[in-house]
């Protein structure tokens, strides 16, 4: 067995709305079915007795791409990880699978993947492969997942974006993340939203000034100033009075802070801490009483925890070196921030905390003796919380607030030392001791003890008012033929409308009107960055089934969905997608994807779309030429949204209500002349009508989209050169050839010249049957190859071509009368230039659409 290839589908895909891994998987006849390998199941088994029993969902054989699914599913889930779907499919080609397996994070699942590939020729093979421990493999998957996933704080954020719809992204392996798309965008740094101002993280990184600034706002404080040296120190401890507290200027996370000193060995010990974390050591009077954290989020009071150091309680039998061990065993506790606690650590700090209480490691404590390991109390050292928000005082809660919009800070931790939270501190002595930009939510999130708070609420409530979910209006758009004509459309309109619109289609990515990529941007990679961008308010993806295979989409859920037609299909033969009907579930992802009060627009006169209606979440706009086709007439009787063509005009309905546009006043269609460009029209018509544009948008937009090179690039665009017509069109399928031959045919011209390759990718049959449709329609035809042939023999493209002008068919007896053939797309342009006389026509099939289009308009314009 051998992974062939292995990739990550990010985002709704063929098989799933999960993220998933995709591994092509090549089986030797032998291992596609595992019952026929001696002694393999009971090996695999003691290898990774958890892997249970192997049942494929159709009732087969399990090959060894079956084992390779439950083991990389299996693996995760043994580390921790939240997946449970799966699924293998055999492909045409003998031994060959696809194997899809859910992941979280697609590192651990990759990872998963590797290792279960590994159990499987450590089974097959005993004496040859490397041996396989799974508990190892296990603890590398859930050390990876936690490195990976999101910490405690922001993963609580995120979860309560997706609780309200918010779609969100993590812009790095970090803590950075988007919620929002485009415009609506807002991100996260942690505990710290965009809003927040690097002037107020410098202010709270800045205890000294932070002090100032409360004590203005009438924020209780203690006394106290900076210091630059041990006798700079003493004396300031002398001016304020024994005991105090030293700590780095602009620290964080409790580092180097060291509390309750009195006596001048402990401050010169504390002090050389503090200067270890900063340049500058504050001192400040020692506070008694217990240490709270007030959580501030945005101008309310989220939360309040009482902290308690770390400390162990002796048994009167294992040391405290045992005890600490017996607490680190606790599975909230870790070495970082991904857990709600952290593991308690014995190192000088600690040590000396032990030395006044005339205690070592080694010793052991008498029973229920408090073990007081730091004086400080936060979680990253490995102390505890426990909830106390319903006990601080208003007084108390106003203070923490005056703090954190003091300093400017959204979220803000809020240190506060009082002998409780139930009376204001004037009244105890008590006071503001800190404030922290950014701080861990852990202990509010999931206390030791006490009520968890949602605090990822509280900081989205922060970020998004009630009812709104960050997401700007999405099209996407998918089909055989029409594709990027309607997306051009659906985006004009949008603009239209005064919105900033971002496209992606086979030509490129556009930023309200501007080209900022070119080439084939139809795919999910495409697609993100438009919604990444900060200045679009409406989004018109072109969804190609390349994109939609190799990573699923680039969005969780669409606006409209619009799918124009499937036909006789293209590309079909590539990626193990054979029929028409495989290619509808491909190009149905996009339905399957709307959201619950979006709509999918499909093409009622095609039967693979118009059952998509069965699939979609929204609700359904069709659309067609015949109002009567039985679809539509049923979608119709009902009352329900569908847009046809009558007499000359383009008519959505609803119900009783009509709108009626006229052909005669859409350019593009050419006063309804070209057929499939109404079609196209209906579509963004739908699709515009979903979105809930104003009809007089959609009529003023329609009226103003002209089909020309630069806004439609190789569709339909013609050329006036030396008194003939020139068309070009990047039609390359046969159903776009359909289209074209009802347009040239309904055309008057004295002669009519064809320019036609073909790309070397698509099937022998597919490439003749092109020209065999043309042959109709064309006095003579000039065939080339240039930058399409992908892998094919130079002339293999060419003599099919031929060959389906030449074949003998009754039925379509061919027009051509002669055939040329030349190497170079602006070669075979030009020899059809040359021949064309006054009242000609001829249509050019282009390859390079930049390229072919320039060379056009420069003819055109050197013949006037």
Known sequence: MEIVRLRALRGPNLWSRKTAMHATVQCLPEETQVQRLPGFLTRLRSLFPAIGVLSTEDGQPASLAHVLQFAALTLQTEAGSAVNFARTLATREAGLYQVIVEYTEEAVGREAMQAAEQLILAALHPADAPAFDSAAVIARLRARDERERLGPSTGSIVQAAVARGIPYRRLTRGSLVQFGWGSRQRRIQAAEIDATSTVAESIAQDKELSKKLLLAAGVPVPLGRPVHSVDDAWQAALEIGLPVVTKPQDGNQGKGVTVNIQTREALEHAYRSAAEYGSTVLLEKYLPGQDYRLLVVGHRLAAAARREPPQVIGDGQHSVRELVEQVNQDP?????????????????????????????????????????????????????????????????????????????????????????????????????????????????????????????????????????????????????????????????????????????????????????????????????????????????????????????????????????????????????????????????????????????????????????????????????????????????????????????????????????????????????????????????????????????????????????????????????????????????????????????????????????????????????GQTHILRTAFDEAILYEDACQRGRADGETIALLREGLEAEDPQRPSRVQRIDSVFGELAAIDLAISRLQAGDFCLVLVDQVELALAHLARLAQQGQ
């Open 332 to 768: 909230r506790r870790s070495d970082g921030h991904a857990t709600s606690l952290t593991r308690i650590r014995l190192d000088d700090i600690a040590l000396a905390q032990m030395a006044l209480q005339g205690l070592t490691p080694d010793a052991i404590p008498a029973d229920q003796q408090k073990v007081v390991l730091r004086h400080n109390a936060n979680l990253s050292t490995g102390g505890s919380a426990t909830d106390v928000t319903d006990e601080v005082h208003p007084a108390v809660a106003a203070s923490a607030v005056a703090a954190a919009q003091m300093v400017g800070l959204d979220i803000c931790g809020v240190d506060v030392v009082c002998d409780s939270v139930q009376r204001p501190l004037e009244e105890q002595s008590g006071g503001v001791v800190e404030v922290n930009a950014a701080p861990g939510l852990r202990m509010h999130l999931s206390p030791s003890y006490g009520q968890p708070r949602p605090i990822g609420k509280y900081v989205i409530d922060t970020l998004y008012d009630k009812g709104q979910d960050g997401r700007i209006p999405v099209v996407a758009v998918t089909g055989t033929n029409g594709k990027t004509t309607t997306s051009r459309l659906i985006a004009h309109l949008l603009t239209a409308h005064g919105l900033r619109t971002g496209m992606t289609n086979t030509d490129g990515i556009y930023i309200n009107g501007r080209q900022i990529d070119s080439g084939d941007c139809s795919g999910p990679k495409s697609a993100r960055s438009v919604l990444f961008h900060p200045e679009v308010d409406a989004a018109v993806f072109e969804a190609a089934r390349g994109g939609i295979l190799r990573e699923g989409l680039g969005f969780d859920l669409c606006q409209v969905a619009v799918v124009t037609n499937i036909g006789e299909g293209d590309h079909l033969g590539l990626n193990h997608i054979h029929t028409v009907e495989e290619l509808a579930q491909v190009k149905g992802v996009i339905v399957r994807n709307v959201a619950p009060k979006g709509y999918a627009v499909l093409n009622a006169a095609d039967p693979l779309v118009a059952s998509m209606a069965n699939t979609t979440l929204g609700r359904v706009i069709y659309f067609a030429h015949d109002k009567n086709h039985p679809v539509m007439a049923a979608h119709r009787s009902r009352g329900l949204r569908s847009v046809y063509v009558e007499g000359d005009a383009i008519v959505a309905s609803e119900g009783s209500w009509r709108e009626t546009i006229p052909l005669r006043s859409i350019p593009i269609t050419q006063q309804g002349r070209i057929g499939f460009q109404v079609e196209n029209v209906m579509a963004a018509v739908a699709a515009a009508w979903g979105l809930g544009l104003p009809s007089e948008t959609i009529r003023r937009g329609l009226a103003s989209f002209v089909n020309d090179a630069d806004n439609a690039p190789a569709r339909f665009n013609s050329f006036s050169i030396h008194g003939a017509t020139v068309i070009a069109d990047y039609g390359h399928n046969p159903d776009a050839m359909r289209a074209l031959v009802q347009v040239v045919e309904a055309t008057p011209a004295q002669r009519r010249l064809l320019v036609i390759s073909a790309a070397g990718d698509r099937r022998d049959e597919d490439i003749r």
